[in-house]
């Protein structure tokens, strides 16, 4: 694997989750793989998981980790080319992404969205670039409009503890104060399409996903009739994607004290079938989700969390067999 930044790029389903589980028998049986190799994670945005459990599949794998975080201690780094550089960014991503190449046989790159176009977000402007100039395999650990590793982990979750053959899985948006990307939904919905499930989106009018990641699956923006029969809900607010007004794009629409009825509570787990409740983390308590159903039986986050570590094993051991 070169690139890991869509669901195709794992191939077979089937297989990457049988792979998960051999990695989950025994994570250091490849120790041999990574030897003499070196993981280069960058960072241009906070982290907790994604830096832990990235680091940790690496280790897992014999191999060493360097990690950098672009905006504590790097130069200030200039994206657009042709740009007169008299700003305060010191140095150009057309030099420092060969020079990070240098030291490093496979990179993992976090740029968030950055809201001020759609078209650049959505053109993946930062990471077409680490995989245009640096040489090595570059995987995604949340970009502009993808978070691969966590949609990969939450199919192993879902996988895990689904009581039936094709269980139905609902995303729902859910307030927040401030804008956030599209990548975890956009992903979601991507790997949902492609598994084996019965997929249903529930938003307010205005937060439809790309068609590119959300193809032809069911939305309704009744939240309740999305819930009835559920075995999985999975909570995450976004900003408004653009996709009917651009002008929008990164947009929160509403006043969120206006929208905590769509807080999931257990009034709307009553109407499942004994819901799951996922969410990728971190999680503002009591804007997405009640204390009640984050901490009850039903609740996957701290499995689901866990589970980083098992995405990023496959995704690593994948590229270091290519290399
Ligand atoms: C990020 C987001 O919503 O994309 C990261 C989630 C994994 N969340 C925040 O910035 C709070
Ligand atoms: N879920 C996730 O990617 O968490 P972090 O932002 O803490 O890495």
Known sequence: MKVFQHVTDIGDLRAALAEAQEVKRDRYQWQHLGRNKTALLIFFNNSLRTRLSTQKAAMNLGMNVIVLDVNQGAWKLEAERGVVMDGDKSEHLLEAIPVMASYCDIIGVRSFAR????EDD???????????????????????TVHPLQAFADLITIEEHKATARPKVVLTWAPHPKALPQAVPNSFAEWMQAADVDFVVT???????DPQFVGNARVDYDQMRAFEGADFVYAKNWSCPGV???????????????????TVSARQMAVTRDARFMHCLPVRRNMIVTDDVIEGPRSLVIPEAANREVSAQVVLKRMLEAL
């Open 203 to 209: 938003h307010p009018e205005g937060y439809e996903l």
């Open 122 to 144: 959505y053109e993946e402007r930062i990471l077409d670039q680490f995989i245009r100039y640096s040489g090595r395999p570059v995987f995604f650990m949340e970009s502009a």
């Open 115 to 118: 809201f001020e176009s759609r």
């Open 244 to 262: 009917t007004r651009p002008a929008d794009y990164g947009r929160v629409l509403h006043d969120y004290h206006t929208m905590m009825d769509w």
